[in-house]
């Protein structure tokens, strides 16, 4: 059982509240950080107060933060291999950051995603147009999607940046017309609601994202769900990119190979490349 779903099963949907969601979150996505943790350090990490942890861990059905805490880490020492144990990040922080790499793309390869991964791809191919939206770190894995979208011949747009431009291009969305949306870490409340009013334009919408109790995963035809766990204070994005080159696999055949070609050649006649012969 992964650590979202031990915690799903100690309280009822939507039973937490905004707040103590917060601190859950926290314990979700970095559970070796929250498992050797103070209360205090993760209100901080959550953006609470320390009570808010404390009545959270009571919600979830312990006396309090360390009875949780100790809860906690016990399931992570136990989803970690003894091999990824036996180094610490102080002594090999670049190893490690590896090992935990690996471990996060081993937990994306589950049959869920990968249904939401071949669905979303045909989605793509299916599509008038895909506009592609996120914020913050997720934009990293947006670009990928969106240049290699395009050069393999599909309609594939990025909308970054400033809302009211994100805005515009989620109005021109039409049905049958495609949005990918992904959010790492923090949800903003525009990107909620981007996705929410392409979803009400009858666009197909297709989320990458970290939680699947995400709040994006109302308005999703087709969800992936990839871990951002860490060594270090903030996500990684290797799962998440690793996601959309699945995705892009997909979207691999004659036509893609055709229309790869097409760009290489205007690139060609452009003397665009410092390699080219």
Wanted: net charge negative.
């Amino acid at each position: 059982m992964t650590i979202e779903a031990w915690l799903a099963d100690r309280t009822a949907p939507g039973a937490l509240g905004p707040q103590a969601e917060r601190v859950a979150h926290v314990l979700v996505r970095a559970p070796q950080f929250a498992g050797y943790s103070s209360a205090r350090e993760v209100a901080e990490r959550a953006g609470v107060n320390v009570s808010t942890v404390v009545r959270t861990a009571q919600q979830l059905g312990f006396e309090g933060w360390p009875q949780l805490r100790e809860e906690l880490r016990a399931r992570y020492l136990a989803s970690v291999s003894s091999g990824e144990l036996s180094m610490s990040p102080a002594a090999d922080p670049a190893a490690q950051t590896l090992r935990q790499d690996v471990t996060n793309i081993g937990a994306l390869a589950t049959p869920d995603n990968l249904a939401a991964i071949r669905a979303t791809a045909q989605a793509v191919k299916a599509a008038r147009r895909t506009l592609v939206i996120s914020s913050g770190s997720g934009a990293g894995p947006a670009h990928v999607l969106s240049h290699l979208g395009g050069i393999a011949g599909h309609d594939v747009q990025l909308a970054l940046g400033a809302a009211t431009g994100q805005a515009v291009q989620v109005a021109r969305l039409e049905p049958g017309d495609c949005l990918i949306t992904i959010n790492i870490w923090r949800l903003t409340r525009t990107l909620r609601g981007l996705t929410r009013l392409a979803r009400e334009r009858g666009a197909t919408v297709c989320v990458l994202t970290d939680l699947r109790s995400s709040p994006l995963a109302e308005y999703a035809d087709h969800l992936i769900v990839t871990p951002v766990e860490s060594v270090q204070a903030g996500p990684s994005l290797t799962a998440m990119v690793a996601a959309v080159q699945a995705v892009l696999s997909e979207l691999a055949d004659d036509d893609a190979v055709r229309a790869s070609g097409r760009v290489q050649r205007m690139w060609q006649e452009l003397d665009l490349m410092d390699d080219q012969p």
